[in-house]
């Protein structure tokens, strides 16, 4: 077990709350990050076998929720170090409920986590060093504080012969673009080095930006994570503590 982090110092909480994200520098050695690479390589040349192991190609080689059936994965989403703070961004206990690992840049557009996921944050956890080449993420800071596009305003229920992408690619994602533009603030890309962490809010608007090298590999682990007293949070996932422990509660409305 690693030492706890210590939480934010003062600069970094009030970068936080005035940016909508903060970057923990050195938060995972090399040798783990290299440890969980070639652990991912492993698995996605099939090196190593795993049951429920499973990619998706869609916005960036993916895969998706690992940490329920990979207890290595299971261990970077709960990783003590990440507990203060998250905590500190909640002002309360974290609960995580979702992983996804991405093997390359997803050039994702322009969304916010929080309505996919209710009352949600990240640690995006940067498994190589991301540069303006492979992919950085990209963010507009301050957006957290401005407008959150709901699934009353766009409603997740497909149209008659609509599909998901097509929701998202006609409807969604230019609802938030609407919101970025209210913002009024530039975008920026961020630039981590191996073993970072990003924590954002889950209103930040963010995406992926253009892989100018495009099949490098930008192994980072996205971890999503709830306040333990969310009472939006609607769906019958497992919520699971930094002690390991476990439990569905959600609002079923």
């Known amino acids: 077990m690693e030492p706890e982090h210590t939480g934010f110092s003062a600069k970094q909480s009030s970068f936080y709350q005035t940016n909508g994200y903060v970057v923990l520098e ?6 783990e990050c290299q440890r ?3 652990h991912l ?3 996605s040349a099939g090196r190593k076998k795993l049951d429920g ?3 998706q190609d869609k916005y960036g080689y993916r895969t998706f929720n690992q ?3 990979d207890p290595f994965v299971l261990e970077y989403l709960i990783d003590a170090r990440l507990h203060q703070p998250l905590k500190d961004c909640f002002g309360d206990e974290p609960e995580a409920i979702q992983t996804m690992h991405f093997y390359e840049g997803s050039e ?3 969304h916010q986590d929080q309505y996919y996921l209710p009352d949600c944050m990240s640690a995006w956890i940067a498994m190589v060093d991301v540069d303006e080449y492979n992919g950085p993420l990209v963010v507009q800071p301050g957006s ?3 407008r959150l596009i709901t699934k009353t305003d766009v409603p997740m229920t497909l149209q008659p012969d609509e599909t998901y992408e097509q929701q998202q690619t006609n409807r969604y994602f230019p609802k938030v673009k609407e919101v970025f533009d209210e913002n009024g603030f530039d975008e920026v890309k961020v630039f981590v080095k191996q073993g ?3 924590l954002f809010d889950g209103k930040l608007i963010h995406g992926g930006a253009p892989v100018l090298k495009p099949r490098t590999r930008r192994h980072a682990l996205a971890c999503h994570y709830i306040p333990y007293s969310s009472e939006n949070w609607d769906r019958d996932w497992q919520r699971i503590s930094f002690d390991g422990s476990r439990r569905i509660h959600y609002n079923k409305m």
């Open 26 to 31: 050195s938060v995972f050695s090399q040798e």
């Open 36 to 38: 969980y690479v070639e």
């Open 41 to 43: 390589e492993d698995l």
């Open 53 to 55: 192991f499973f990619q």
């Open 67 to 69: 940490h329920l059936y």
């Open 108 to 110: 994702h557009p322009l």
């Open 144 to 146: 957290h504080k401005g």
């Open 196 to 198: 970072d962490v990003v």
